[in-house]
């Protein structure tokens, strides 16, 4: 089955500064990688995702990339304010649709403690 | 619009009990996955259900076992609990099983076996 490695697994920076958190995943028929934010004490939110059909995509100050050929995406988030302090997680997973039978769950990393140093 | 609802929120359970979750998905959504996730392992996919009908399963023993009412809702049992099934079960749903759409997550239910 797909196995998603995560790193750093707690990255500190200072506000303002950029954060990068790294995935990579292992099996190639992956095709939808969304990113989640777990605040304390709080559900897991998706803050963005991307399909394989696309290398890039931007949401105001986070981004993430996607290298299929490598089999690693990561998340980027410019600019960072307090409130971005979280646990990040990415995720992998194989997207048959309804029509297309069996299809794995989504697959985790074991998620990034993102510190914001004021 | 209501979002995804996990009762209870907090349990405590013995060793050798059986524990049954509860999950109600967003209106009109038909595709319920659970999750269990603990601090040393993160987020692991233990089943998902369609149409009353399981799609798939995650790495977990027989113990852990669900079901899937003709209204979406969801229910989770652990049978012969053992204390390291204590985590944080959170059920997502979806409007569809396939893949590509957000999953939006429930609060979870903290299950603690002692």
């Known amino acids: 089955g797909e196995n998603v490695e995560q790193h750093p697994s707690t990255l500190s920076v200072q506000e303002g500064d950029s954060a990068v958190i790294k995935c990579t995943y292992s099996?190639?028929?992956?095709?939808?990688f969304p990113w989640y934010k777990q605040e304390l004490g709080k559900r897991p939110q998706l803050i963005i995702d991307i399909r394989s059909n696309v290398g890039e995509k931007k949401d105001q100050r986070i981004a993430v990339t996607l290298n299929k050929t490598a089999k690693h995406f990561s998340l980027h988030i410019t600019e960072t304010q307090p409130e971005d302090s979280a646990v990040y997680f990415c995720a992998a997973s194989i997207g048959s649709g309804y029509s297309g039978g069996g299809a794995d769950g989504l697959t985790f990393g074991k998620g990034t403690h993102l510190i914001i140093q004021p | 619009k209501a979002g995804v609802t996990q009762t209870p929120r907090y349990l405590i359970k013995t060793r050798g009990q059986q524990v049954t979750l509860s999950c109600s998905p967003i209106?009109?959504?038909?595709?319920v996955s659970w999750y269990q996730q603990t601090p040393g392992q993160g987020l692991q996919f233990l089943f998902e259900?369609?149409?009353?009908?399981?799609?798939n399963k995650g790495n977990f023993p027989g113990r852990f076992s669900g079901r899937q009412f003709s209204n979406s809702r969801s229910e989770m049992n652990v049978s012969t609990l053992e204390l390291g099934d204590s985590a944080l079960y959170l059920c997502a749903s979806r409007l569809m099983p396939d893949k590509n759409t957000e999953a939006f997550f429930g609060q979870g239910t903290r299950l603690t076996v002692v």
């Open positions: 209106s009109g959504h038909r595709s």
């Open positions: 259900y369609f149409s009353e009908t399981q799609r």
């Open positions: 099996d190639s028929a992956s095709n939808y």
